[in-house]
């Protein structure tokens, strides 16, 4: 009896459904997306399959070659059909996907794309994960000495004291502030990154629009990641979050994510210039 198989490729992991010429399904798994656990399941000689199904996608070529490799009749499908296809489903889960697959290689309802095999291809790619790497490594070297610098610094590691802030965020901030005493008072820092509306007035015209955008933009964006970790991932409470959710309520997320990028860059500057640590309730703040 013949076999079919249809594979739901994903980054970590592939779910695999496995069908007989009748279109019962008999086997699936979930296995790593791995060419080695793959042929664990596809190899059995149980099963003589007729066609082997997956999506065309990053991951495609590799899994591809090495089916291919091991004699199994493979086939590398066009996403737009096999996604026009299975739009019939109900619900859209990784297992449905693998036995609408499985059920289109039975059938026959599928659009194959060429892969090409040229051997040649593994010297220009390999020089690139070559460099690759060499990046990852240096990146990693570049984040320990960033996170020494940090640790001996007293100024970051009091703004590291804020909610949402890392070393990556204090440090950008010292950098860019670099002396307190230019700014006249805590509230202009917002203004300095960019982060408060601009205005339009002309006549009769007289209009509020979004923020400025002037000033340091890489400032301005650590600001914006460090309001959007407060707001959406802290699990730990405070007065500023407190404050952050109330405006997200009346105006929107993406406006209180502003707002408190903009208050946490005065806040800052004011821990700075006063040499104090974050205080986490009003009572603490007000006394």
């Known amino acids: 009896m013949d076999y079919f198989a249809g594979l739901d490729v994903s980054v970590k992991e ?47 070529q590799w899994l591809y070659s090495a089916l291919a490799e091991a004699g199994l009749p493979v086939i590398c499908v066009e996403t737009r059909h096999m996604r026009a296809v299975l739009k019939a489903q109900i619900n859209k889960t990784d297992r449905n996907d693998a036995r609408g697959m499985a059920q289109m290689m039975r059938a026959g309802l599928y659009r194959p794309v060429h892969v090409e095999n040229l051997p040649d291809m593994a010297v220009l790619v390999e020089p690139l994960l070559t460099v690759r790497r060499v990046l990852r490594e240096q990146i990693t070297v570049l984040h320990r000495r960033l996170l ?6 007293d100024v970051c590691r009091r703004l590291m004291t ?26 202009a820092v917002g203004a300095v990154f960019g982060l408060t509306p601009s205005k339009y007035q002309s006549g009769e015209s ?48 993406k406006k209180a994510i502003v707002a408190l990028a903009r ?25």
């Open 263 to 287: 208050r946490l860059a005065v806040i800052m500057h004011r821990m700075w210039v006063d040499g104090t640590e974050f205080r986490w309730t009003r009572e603490v703040a007000a006394a």
């Open 162 to 187: 804020v909610p949402g802030v890392g070393p990556v965020v204090a440090l950008t901030f010292r950098v860019t502030v670099d002396v307190p005493a230019r700014f006249r008072n805590s509230k």
């Open 14 to 60: 592939t779910s695999v459904c496995i069908v007989d010429g009748a279109g019962k399904i008999v086997r699936e798994a979930r296995v790593a997306s791995e060419p080695e656990a793959l042929l664990q399941v596809l190899t059995s000689t149980i099963y003589r399959f007729k066609r082997v199904g997956l999506e065309a996608g990053p991951l495609s």
């Open 206 to 253: 007289d209009r509020s629009g979004g923020i400025s955008r002037c000033g340091d933009e890489m400032m301005r964006a650590m600001l914006y990641e460090a309001a959007q970790i407060l707001l959406m991932r802290s699990a730990k409470w405070s007065w500023l979050k407190a404050w952050a959710m109330k405006i997200a309520r009346h105006r929107g997320l």
């Open 148 to 153: 020494a610098i940090v640790r001996d610094d």
